[in-house]
Every structure is written in C-alpha cells, then in structure tokens.
C-alpha cells in the first residue's frame, strides 16, 4: 500500500510567523510531490510542485524534498489569516496516478 | 472562464436511484480524472482518461461507470445509490499526467 502521511493538525501560528507543513511517503519510486490547499467547502488548489531534492520557493512558498529520506515540507512565510485552510501533500505513486495524504488543517491567528 | 467545471453543484437524491456528474474543462488537456472525498476529507482517485481512453481503474463497485465523450469532457454516472455514495466528487485534469488541476466538486447526498 503505497501511503502520503501528514499529521493532521491542526496547526495552530500567529500572524507573520512561519508555518511548516511536513510529509512523508513510502514509495521510493515517486518521482514528483505537491502541495495542494483546501479551503473549507472548496476544491484542491495548486500551489506548489517539486521534482528534485532541495528547496523550491514561490513567494512566501517555499517547498523541501528529501528523497532519501521520503520526506516533503511546506513553509509559509508570514503567514496570514487567509493561509488558514487544509494543505494537501501529494505524490505520485504509479503511472498518472497522484496519492493524497489526508491533509494538515493550519490555523493562523490574527 | 472556469478551467475545469462540473455540473451540478449539488445531488440530493434518495438511495437505488440513478444519477450523473458531468466535467468539462476548457483547458486543452487530454487527461481527466475523478476523485471521490469522503466525509474525513480524504481524497481517492476512482478513475483516469488519457484522450478518452481509461488508464486508471481504481478499486471502485462497478455501479460507477466513467464516460468520455471526447478528451474536453468525462462524465460519471452512478447506478443504483447507496448511503455510503456520499461525498464529494472532484473532476481534475491534467497536460502531463503530473500537475493535476480540480474543478468545484460535487457534493452528493443520498438519502
């Protein structure tokens, strides 16, 4: 059973903090990993992708990947009110096939 | 303009009847998908089309049946409902395979 974990949450910062997202997966094969956002009562949204190890940043976005380790992160920098909602990690596990985990719902206080 | 949209929004329907979602998007990929959320919020793949061919079957009870009309649509219709068909039905597709894009989802309840 190939498996995406998150920790549930939920995640709970202040405002201008950074907020730091964390997966990990269990097939050595995957070759591709994102991070999706969930808002309540809405669709995935695309938010960042990454296929080699290290760092990729998007704006206040910036994603991790440790294949050695199995191992995705998300930071957030200054995180915002609006940041609040449930980030999906994701990887692809076979042929066109993306495996989510089951999400980390982060809070961000104002 | 919607990307990816679907139809309807909403589905309440009472259990043993046949309904459908329909997926349209506007994109120009040639890669469609349907994902099922379920009340927990995870969400699963049940099925994918590469130019309105299926690649992807996943483990789902043969009362669902995917159609694809052409690589811009896919439908998905579901027979004979049960209570533990509720949940919300996300169409995604995808240029390569890889970076998949959601449309609104539809939230299916069976009474």
Redesign the interface.
Known sequence: QKEVEQNSGPLSVPEGAIASLNCTYSDRGSQ?F?W?R?YSG?????IM?IYSNGDKEDGRFTAQLNKASQYVSLLIRDSQPSDSA?Y?CAV?TG??????G??TMLLVSP | DTAVSQTPKYLVTQMGNDKSIKCEQNLGHD?MYWYKQDS??????MF?Y?NKEL??NETVPNRFSPKSPDKAHLNLHINSLELGDSAVY?CAS?SD?????????TRLTVT
């Open positions: 591709s994102f999706y969930q809405k669709s995935p949204e695309l992708s449930t999906l692809t042929y066109s096939t993306l495996t989510f089951k999400g | 890669t927990k919020k995870f969400l699963k793949i994918s590469n690649i992807i996300f995808s395979r890889i970076e998949q894009y959601f449309g609104p989802g």
